[in-house]
């Protein structure tokens, strides 16, 4: 129908929308294609004016396509754009329809007007349901969004366990180093550099978590493609951001005893066995 792509926001890429004289019952068949059609079947071919079929009714006349628009995932966020046909609806009805209506506002405020247009039209046609694009969008996100919170719940949990074992490993290497530090504290040892000596210590097992875990990331995340979308499972911001936000974790986990250690008090560090 005349008005769909700018009503749902859909772009047009090449030639025209459907307007009211191709709506007309005796009007020649004319169709516009998405991106992925073009791509799939017209590949290096200029797509506007060409004649094409659809075979979904007894008789079914070839018709000029008048436009390219772009891609839609109409089944799932997750799966990619299929080859798509648009057509006018005098030329290939069927039994239901579904009527959209953009609205600044609140669109549920437009469903009495709406609903007493339609049955201004045909007072016979009973109106299954009003929802708003929000509530279909979001069962269709229903799957995916459950998913990345449990995600996140289980990534929040690790990155806690893997701070708090930082904290307890450097405590502990703090206390089994405590005449150590002592001695050094005694000599004349700069807190400062007490307090790099302990995270020395600490980074070098970070570092080497780190690498295990990103080859271990770059290999088998693949196997969250399917909970993707947008965006891919090697994706460089992601593999950027994520070993910086682990270090300064660790970093802050492991800086809290070294912090200890570095204003230990000599003499008593001296005496601890």
Known sequence: MPGYFRTLGIPIKQGRDFSDS??????????????AFVQKFLSGEQPLGKRI?????SQNPFGEIVGVVGNVREWSVDHDPVPTVYYTYSHLSFTSMVFLVRAAANPLS????????????????????VRTMEDILGENYARQRFSAWLLVGFSTVALALAAVGIHGV?????????????VRAALGAD???????????????????????????????????????????????TISVVPCL????ASLAAYLPARRAAHLD???ALRAE
Do not use: C, W
């Not at 191709?22 to 991106?35: A, H, K, T, Y």
């Not at 682990?246 to 974790?249: E, F, K, N």
């Open 170 to 182: 450097v405590a502990y290497s703090v206390t089994a180093r405590t005449r150590e530090l002592g």
């Open 266 to 268: 000599p003499l008593e």
């Open 191 to 237: 807190p400062g550099r007490i307090v790099v000596t302990v995270l020395k210590t600490a980074a070098r097992a970070v570092l080497a978590g780190l690498v295990v875990g990103l080859a271990g990331a770059l290999t088998l995340t693949g196997l969250l493609k399917s909970l993707l979308f947008g965006i891919g499972p090697h994706d460089p911001f």
């Open 110 to 129: 437009l469903s009495d007007s709406a609903q007493t247009i339609i049955r201004g039209l045909d007072g016979a046609q009973p109106i299954a349901e």
């Open 22 to 35: 191709d709506n007309l019952e005796g009007s020649p068949q004319r169709f516009i294609v998405n991106e």
């Open 246 to 249: 682990l270090i300064a974790v």
């Open 53 to 57: 079929q659809t075979l979904m009714e």
